[in-house]
């Protein structure tokens, strides 16, 4: 395809004109609320799909444990102890427990407990050594399938009645020799939780809202990105749009406006929408468990939330627009941002590194340091420097990206659509012409 | 008074892939009056469309100069945009806007002071017979009503230099007919009109003067009767042919 020869005199187009930027932001919005792509991907999906996804997988989760609970254990037995009746009637009254009288030989029991037809058997034996002196006691071995769930609930059971017993069993003989309890019985283990349940919950969200909103920002963005440059080109307003007097700033502005727009938008509506989800979807969840959470964000986080909304939108909005520059059409828009998508998402990855907290260093790598500044203001543990650093670095990424947006765009072939190539095959050309030029 | 549209010597080359050094237009000049229609007539590749996308600032002249009412095009392309209106065959309309609020964008980025945009579109409106439609969105509009937004569009801030861009391309012989009318109308308001094409009879009709292009140069440009006289043959047809022919014969001697 055509490209110039050389780099033409440059032609003079003024600055930015707010007016225009205004009037191209406008027109941006109006068009995007009436795509469906747009619409679904920016505005639907992050109101819906988090909330929805994580309802549908707790219940799925409760579903399938209550399943578990419900179903009774197979269990084979080798050898009943004789000298304990009461554990065997123990075990076999239990509701939950079936003793399979027809499995009998130990491999018998091993093939079944693979084939799933049986959860478990137990063995019970007279013990070696020392233990073995003691009068009435015995070792017992299960043998069960770690990797069927119904296996796992089999073993837990018969453990929990065998533990249970032994308890009892300790107890009755010891006071029998006149020997209370609270004698050998000398140290006790108890737990006490500092954190309330307002701290709790914020340690929740702080894990999981910083990964669903960048995921969200991204995804707000995307579309948006590829239909501000692709969508106009493959829809033939390209050149309706550069035959107007608005200037190129202006038309760079005005998208980069509406698609940070969206990105912001996306992020702040997830984050509402999961606030309002996630107190009757994991409240029951943890209450379960014994434990009763809050899910409320700190009042001082709501600042550093709409500032890293910003931030990262506008981040987001300035890389995606700045590979979407040289997409022809849609599908090529969507190739050309993908690996730029994959890449702000890896630093989610940084949220999982138990314990770790942002750093000066830290809040030097564009998004790494929002998502964190993110979680520390959620478990309201923020450090103003970090925080500051953060602020710096990714005003100073976003400038840095758009000032290589704002080079590409001297290229004529570029804004008019006809270089075939991305944004690292222009670099390359330019930079390889320049070398020859000096 | 100086002519409102001047091209002179204007040249674009390009770098193409597989052909090298390509001169799409060689330096070329010309010159447009107020109330008249200037067509570039020419064969597909000839360099009409490169010719009018510089004078429409999209693309950047290599050599020559351009002015349009006295606005440079490589150094004042906002002002020249500002007073000329661009229509062609690959400019289309949003399709998620309705033809009123297509008017009104283009009327509000084109300059148009904010007071007089409603009434300058509802004249808009009622003059192009859109009035039926105007609140429709443009994806929903048949082949014609999309035609007369666009021109509605194209006018939306009342330029006084118009390009048209083989407008023609694609429509039916009713709508390519409507067309024709339009630019005519806008020639007798007085505006100055650049119209290329490659269909004879379009030209024949409408130009006041033509300029019969190929292979990036201009070979022949004046009024048709002019042309016939200088090359005694009657139909454009024919008088194109003449002069393609002989440039190419001088070009290979």
Redesign the interface.
Same mark, same amino acid.
């Given at each position: 395809m055509n490209r110039p020869v050389a780099s033409p005199p440059a032609q003079r187009e003024s600055g930015l004109n707010w007016r225009q930027v205004g009037i191209l932001y406008r027109r941006e919005f109006r068009a995007a609320l009436r795509e469906k792509t747009i619409l679904f991907n920016s505005i639907l999906i992050p109101i819906f799909l988090y909330p929805f996804l994580l309802w549908a997988a707790f219940t799925g989760m409760m579903f399938v444990m209550g399943q578990t609970e419900t179903l009774a254990s197979r269990v084979a037995v080798g050898q009943w102890p004789e000298q304990h009746p009461r554990l065997r009637h123990q075990i076999e009254r239990h509701k939950q427990i079936e003793i399979a009288r027809a499995v009998v030989g130990e491999a018998d029991a091993s093939e079944a407990i693979r084939r799933g037809e049986l959860d478990a058997r137990i063995d019970f034996r007279h013990p070696d050594g020392k233990a073995g002196e003691m009068p009435g006691n015995f070792a017992a071995s299960i043998t069960f399938d770690q990797s069927k769930d119904r296996s796992v609930a089999a073993r837990e059971r018969i453990q929990e009645i065998i533990e249970d017993y032994r308890t009892t069993w300790v107890e009755r003989e010891t006071m029998a020799r006149g020997i209370h309890p609270a004698r050998w019985q000398t140290f006790t283990l108890d737990f006490q939780n500092l954190a309330s349940e307002s701290e709790m919950g914020a340690f929740v969200l702080g894990l999981m809202l910083p990964i669903i909103f960048v995921v969200m920002v991204a995804v707000g963005c995307f579309y948006p990105a590829v239909d501000a440059v692709a969508g106009e080109r493959e829809r033939g307003t390209w050149e309706t749009l550069m035959s107007t007097s608005a200037t190129r700033p202006s038309v760079v502005a005005g998208k980069y406006l509406y698609v940070a727009t969206m990105g912001g938008l996306a992020g702040a509506l997830n984050v509402v929408a999961v606030l309002l989800t996630v107190k009757p979807v994991f409240a029951p969840l943890f209450e379960e468990a014994g434990r009763s959470l809050k899910f409320s964000l700190p009042l001082s986080s709501v600042p550093i939330l709409m500032l890293a909304a910003v931030l990262l939108a506008g981040f987001v909005a300035a890389g995606m627009m700045l590979f979407a520059t040289f997409a022809r059409t849609f599908k090529e828009g969507q190739s050309m941002i993908t690996p730029f998508y994959m890449l702000i998402l890896l630093p989610v990855v940084f949220l999982q590194v138990p314990g770790l907290k942002l750093t000066a260093a830290l809040a030097l790598i564009p998004v790494v340091n929002i998502t964190l500044m993110l979680r520390e203001s959620i478990s309201g543990d923020l450090q103003w420097l970090p925080m500051l650093v953060t602020l710096i670095a990714s005003a100073g990424a976003i400038l840095l990206i758009l000032r290589l947006a704002a080079f590409v765009l001297k290229f004529e072939d570029v804004v008019s659509g006809t270089f075939q190539g991305s944004l690292f095959k222009l670099l390359r050309l330019r930079l390889r012409k320049t070398s020859r030029g000096t | 008074m100086n002519p409102p549209v001047i091209v002179n010597q204007l040249t674009k080359?390009?770098?193409?892939?597989s052909r090298g050094? %390509?001169v799409?237009v060689n330096q070329i000049s010309f010159a447009c009056q107020a109330g008249q229609i200037f067509g570039l007539l020419g064969a597909n590749g000839a360099g009409k469309t490169t010719t009018l996308r510089m004078l429409?600032?999209?693309?950047?002249?290599?050599g020559g100069t351009a002015t349009l009412m006295g606005f440079d %095009?490589?150094?004042?392309?906002?002002?020249v945009?500002?007073h000329?209106g661009?229509s062609?065959a690959?400019?289309?309309?949003?399709?998620?806007?309705t033809a009123r609020?297509t008017l009104e964008?283009?009327a509000?980025?084109?300059?148009c002071p904010p007071a007089t945009v409603n009434e300058r579109v509802n004249a808009l409106i009622s003059r192009f017979g859109i009035r039926d439609y105007a609140d429709a969105?443009v994806d929903r509009l048949s082949q014609g009503m999309k035609q007369k937004v666009a021109i509605a569009r194209t006018v939306a801030?009342d330029p006084p230099v118009l390009i048209f861009d083989e407008p023609t391309v694609g429509l039916d012989v009713l709508n390519a007919l409507e067309m024709q009318k339009v630019i005519a109308g806008f020639r007798d308001e007085g505006k100055t009109i650049l119209f290329s094409t490659h269909i004879m009879s379009e030209a024949e009709k409408l130009c006041d003067r033509i300029a019969i292009v190929d292979q990036g140069r201009i070979h022949a440009c004046d009024t048709l009767a002019n042309l016939r006289l200088a090359t005694g043959l009657r139909y454009l047809e024919d008088i194109f042919v003449h002069y393609i022919e002989r440039a190419r014969t001088t070009e290979t001697r």
């Open positions: - | 080359t390009f770098y193409d892939d050094e %390509v799409a429409a600032t999209i693309l950047k002249p290599t %095009v490589s150094h004042q392309p906002e002002e945009r500002r000329l661009f062609s690959t400019t289309a309309l949003y399709p998620r806007l609020e964008f283009f509000r980025i084109n300059g969105r801030h």
